[in-house]
């Protein structure tokens, strides 16, 4: 059913936000923390954090500033790691496209995975209606909000948060929860299991280049089987075709 308001939209974007928020506060506090640990003086770590706003990427540029990479190292890296978010807005595209520049441009800027996952899975079960851009602008508003927040406190108490607290734990648990809804078909479930691979068997690459490889791997196993099925089917359906032509 989809929403009759942008009121109840909004509400929606808020509720289906709030079971990821316990895994979302950790990662923006590891963000806080491990900028101020690098040197970072606190206004330039929040302007780092509110000008990147991707987690795995500004990370991966805080490692190579520590390593004193030069400049264009450090912006190609964190493209290459933000490309995905490319693949998020084509996705999106059918949806938001219409919408008029004052929207596209600020949701353009929020867009996250949990955005995107959550707003995806909206739209293809048809539950969106006209006012689903409500929705998406709900989850991303306060998805920034969670996240700039959680920065800032990282970046105030920067090594006083102990390492018992073991707050890296709650990522993948976050990703998880993501990923599974998403996952309605065989093409799906092989992207996944083949980026999971890759990540796991390439995760001591340096500079967070195994994200992108795995990345990498998981679109192109699932765009194969995706083809191939395509191809199966349409086959199928020539075959049919022609069957029933002979027949009559």
């Not at 490692?63 to 190609?76: E, F, H, R, S, T």
């Not at 602008?137 to 970046?155: F, K, P, R």
């Not at 090594?159 to 018992?164: G, K, M, T, W």
Request: aromatic share 10%; with cysteine; net charge neutral.
């Amino acid at each position: 059913m989809s929403y009759k308001t942008a009121s109840a939209a909004w509400w929606a974007g808020i509720k289906a936000l709030l079971p990821i928020v316990p895994g979302v506060a950790p990662f923006g506090l590891i963000t806080g923390v491990t900028a101020v640990k690098m040197g970072l003086s606190p206004e330039l770590s929040l302007g780092m954090t509110g000008l990147f706003y991707a987690g795995s990427s500004q990370l991966a540029a805080l490692q190579l500033l520590n390593d004193q990479a030069a400049l264009p190292v450090i912006l190609l890296t964190a493209l290459v790691i933000n490309m995905r978010f490319v693949m998020y807005s084509a996705s999106l595209a059918p949806y938001l496209g219409p919408l008029p520049w004052f929207w596209k441009w600020p949701l353009c800027y929020l867009l996250t995975d949990h955005a995107y996952a959550l707003s995806i899975l909206k739209y293809r079960n048809n539950t969106m209606g006209d006012y689903g851009h409500y929705f998406v602008a709900a989850v991303s508003t306060c998805m920034w909000l969670v996240w700039m927040s959680t920065a800032v406190i990282g970046i105030v108490l920067g090594a006083q948060i102990p390492a018992s607290w073991a707050l890296d734990f709650a990522i993948p648990l976050m990703f998880l929860a993501l990923l599974i809804p998403v996952i309605q078909d065989s093409p799906s479930l092989a992207a996944a299991l083949v980026a999971g691979t890759v990540a796991v068997c390439a995760y001591s690459l340096p500079y967070n280049s195994g994200l992108m490889l795995a990345a990498i791997s998981g679109i192109c196993s699932g765009i194969w089987l995706e083809s191939r099925q395509q191809r199966r089917a349409q086959a199928a359906t020539d075959l049919a075709t022609r069957d029933l032509g002979a027949d009559t």
